[in-house]
């Protein structure tokens, strides 16, 4: 039988199929799969019961796709409380808003996050980790070490981590880097980040406006990290992400780096390369990657941008 045949089989609800089918085929790692499946299950018990269904219906000798179907399963075994903590993250902080007054949008994810942070410190930034340390500190592990290939990181280099939310990259890159400076809308999250960074002398934490990166001097950073910050930005309206972008260049040094993990959360990554490319060329970048998925643990977007030297 088919893998497909095994999910229908399975009587798998079609709103579930899609992630399912990209996770055992190997285009969607098993985080990511879980998190669509998990905010499309009709609960926990249900998922559990979809993936024991589907563990007994498929071939002996779909060998890979039973190896990934076993990583799911096991992944959801450990984390009881998925469901209930992504639904929880998710009541807060809406991802189909549409765009509405700027400030007002800020505002409101500002309270949104204030709020999520205090369901799930890690679910809130990041619905992959379920909640879990272990598991957001190698997502966030692995997108450094990408960083850190790539020339975005070293000692004598200044970082601006854009949305630091609880301050997870900070964390990570304080040791690698000459300063960190982070920023994020939200009250809660920056006193979180504080608490998390505490000791480490070369992080500085701000809260910012959300409207643009004032207070940052012409040419202090090297690099800026927007690690799914943009789509907040993108569900603020156009005017706020080509301010973004343009603030961007404005602070980076010639040749500095931008690093936009996750554009928006439309589901079109075509409709992101194209507005990115379009952002990129008017406002003085050129673009180094345009949407690749640079991670295993992460089904993130990559948009890598230099700015003009």
Not at 166 to 190: P, T, Y
Request: glycine share 8%; proline share 4%.
């Amino acid at each position: 039988m088919t893998v497909d045949g095994a999910i229908e089989a399975a009587a798998c609800p079609g709103a579930l199929r899609p992630a399912l089918q990209s996770c055992l085929s190997g285009d969607l790692p098993a985080a990511s799969a879980l998190v669509q499946l998990l905010i499309r299950a009709e609960s926990g018990q249900a998922l559990t019961t979809l993936l024991d269904t589907l563990d007994a219906v498929i071939a002996a000798d779909q060998i890979a796709p039973r190896r990934r179907l076993q990583a799911l399963r096991r992944m959801h075994a450990e984390h009881p409380a998925a469901w209930a903590t992504v639904h929880a993250v998710l009541h807060e902080v809406r991802h189909d808003a549409t765009a509405r007054d700027e400030a007002a949008t800020v505002k409101a994810f500002a309270e949104a996050f204030d709020r999520a942070a205090v369901v799930s410190p890690e679910a809130s930034v990041a619905l992959h980790s379920f909640g879990d340390p272990g598991r957001l500190a190698l997502a966030t592990e692995e997108v450094v070490r990408r960083m850190d290939e790539w020339g975005l990181l070293g000692r004598d280099r200044t970082v601006l981590d854009l949305g630091c939310g609880i301050g997870r990259f900070a964390v990570a890159l304080a040791g690698r880097v000459r300063r960190v400076l982070g920023l994020d809308i939200s009250a809660r999250m920056v006193v979180e980040a504080q608490r998390r960074c505490a000791g480490l002398a070369n992080v500085e934490l701000r809260r910012t406006s959300g409207r643009d990166l004032a207070g940052i001097a012409n040419g202090a950073i090297d690099t800026i990290l927007a690690a799914d910050s943009f789509p907040y930005l993108v569900l603020g309206g156009p005017a706020l992400v080509r301010r973004h972008v343009e603030e961007a260049a404005r602070v980076l040094k010639p040749d500095g780096q931008l690093l936009i993990l996750n554009y928006s959360y439309r589901g079109d990554a075509a409709a992101d390369r194209r507005e990115l490319a379009d952002l990129a060329a008017v406002s003085g970048f050129r673009l180094r990657q345009a949407g690749t998925r640079p991670f295993a643990l992460w089904d993130g977007l990559a948009f890598h941008l230099v700015r003009n030297g």
